[in-house]
């Protein structure tokens, strides 16, 4: 695997509302994470922080500029690999054990992380074997209904699992903004991880129908507005429908 460097891993992309797009170059795109950097009044908040195997606090400066609360959408690998590098780590109370404790198995990276994800490597001699996440013990739990402050925004927690037992999004009823981690993307979404369970996960999306979203950033792809995640909602539930009760596609 040709070398990419750490000068050139991260890319930046603004897109208004304050909202910066961090991702990591040199992932493929099914398998990088979209980064999120949320610029408030009093703090930022980035959403998700990647696979941390380049400091995004030494090639990102937006990350640096003001206090800044890391919230993980939810514990895999590829979305609180940088977590370590920021003094407030907030992560939902069903997997903090996760963030604290990170092991390969139960950050689902013994199933994913392979050298084929990369098309170049971080730094030199990086083997995806050996890839792990560094322990990062959340500073802040959050639960259903809590709000991440950060002075002239409020960002609600939405406790939606399924993909995983503490997958959240942060909504901003204000703005219509809805960071959904990998809850809901354009892709095909994942419900047989470990710890995955559909019903939880049926459930939620019946719920994420009920917010008014005019703008999703997802935890991969590109972002979309509300139509769509209705459409993506529908295709999820009448997918696990069907195989739950495959005679019901025959009448
Ligand atoms: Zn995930
Ligand atoms: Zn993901």
Redesign the pocket.
């Known amino acids: 695997m040709r070398t990419a460097g750490a000068g050139t891993w991260y890319e930046t992309k603004r897109l208004g509302d304050g909202i910066t797009l961090i991702r990591e170059s040199h992932v493929k795109p099914f398998y990088r994470c979209n980064i999120w950097h949320v610029r408030g009044r009093d703090r930022d908040m980035l959403v998700d922080s990647g696979m941390g195997v380049v400091s995004l606090r030494d090639h990102v400066r937006l990350v640096c500029e003001r206090p800044l609360i890391a919230v993980g959408s ?1 514990t ?1 690998f ?2 609180i690999g940088g977590h370590y590098e920021f003094d407030e780590r907030a992560v939902h109370a069903a997997e903090a054990e996760i963030l604290a404790y990170p092991s390969r198995r139960n950050t ?1 990276a013994d199933r994913w992380v392979c050298d084929s994800m990369f098309a170049a490597a971080p730094v030199n001699g990086f083997r995806a074997g050996d890839y792990e996440v560094r322990a990062a013990p959340a500073t802040r739990l959050l639960r259903d209904g809590d709000i991440v402050d950060l002075g002239d925004r409020h960002f609600e927690v939405l406790h939606l699992p399924g ?2 037992p503490g997958s959240i999004a942060l909504w901003e009823n204000a703005t219509g903004i809805l960071f959904s981690g ?1 809850v809901v993307y354009e892709g095909e979404l ?1 419900d047989d ?1 470990y710890h995955s369970d559909v019903a939880d996960y049926l459930a939620s999306m019946e719920r994420l129908r009920g917010i008014p979203a005019r703008v999703i950033h997802a ?1 991969h792809f590109a972002s979309f507005g509300g139509g769509r995640l209705a459409e993506l909602i529908d295709d999820y539930v009448a997918g696990r429908r069907r195989q739950r009760c495959p005679a019901a596609e025959i009448r």
């Open positions: 939810h895999h590829d979305h689902v993909h995983s990998d994942l991880a935890g």
